[in-house]
C-alpha cells in the first residue's frame, strides 16, 4: 500500500510562507515520473501548481511563478513546495501527487489558508 503523507499548511497572513512536505509511507515506489503538488480551491477544478521530474526538470503554474520554488529526491520519495508572498487567492487544499508509468497516487491534502 502506497500512502502520500503531507504537512505544512496552516493559516498565514498575506505575503508569508508556508513549506509543504510529501513524503510516502509504506513501500517506496520505482519508477517514478514526477512528483508535485496541485490545488482545489472551493467551486474550483484542481489545478497543478508545481511538479518536478525524475530528471530534475520542474513545471509551474504561471500563477506561482517567483513565488513558490518545488525541490525533493524523487529516489527518496519526497517533495517540498516553498511557498512565499503568498496571496489570498493561494488559498486551497494542497495535494500531493506522485507518477509512475502506470499509476497516479494522491495525498489526503493539506489546507493552506491566506489571509488577507
Known amino acids: 500500500q502506497v500512502q502520500l503523507v503531507e504537512s505544512g499548511g496552516g493559516l498565514v497572513q498575506a505575503g508569508g510562507s508556508l513549506r509543504l512536505s510529501c513524503a510516502v509511507s509504506?513501500?517506496?515506489?520505482?519508477?517514478?515520473?514526477?512528483m508535485g503538488w496541485y490545488r482545489q480551491a472551493p467551486g474550483k477544478q484542481r489545478e497543478l501548481v508545481a511538479q518536478?521530474?525524475?530528471?530534475?526538470?520542474?513545471d509551474y503554474a504561471d500563477s506561482v511563478k517567483g513565488r513558490f520554488t518545488i525541490s525533493g529526491d524523487i529516489a527518496k520519495n519526497t517533495v517540498y513546495l516553498q511557498m512565499n508572498s503568498l496571496k489570498s487567492e493561494d488559498t486551497a487544499v494542497y495535494y500531493c501527487?506522485?507518477?509512475?508509468?502506470?499509476?497516479?497516487?494522491w495525498g489526503q491534502g493539506t489546507q493552506v489558508t491566506v489571509s488577507s
Open positions: 501527487n506522485l507518477k509512475t508509468g502506470i499509476y497516479g497516487y
Open positions: 518536478i521530474s525524475s530528471g530534475g526538470n520542474t
Open positions: 509504506g513501500r517506496s515506489v520505482f519508477s517514478i515520473n514526477a
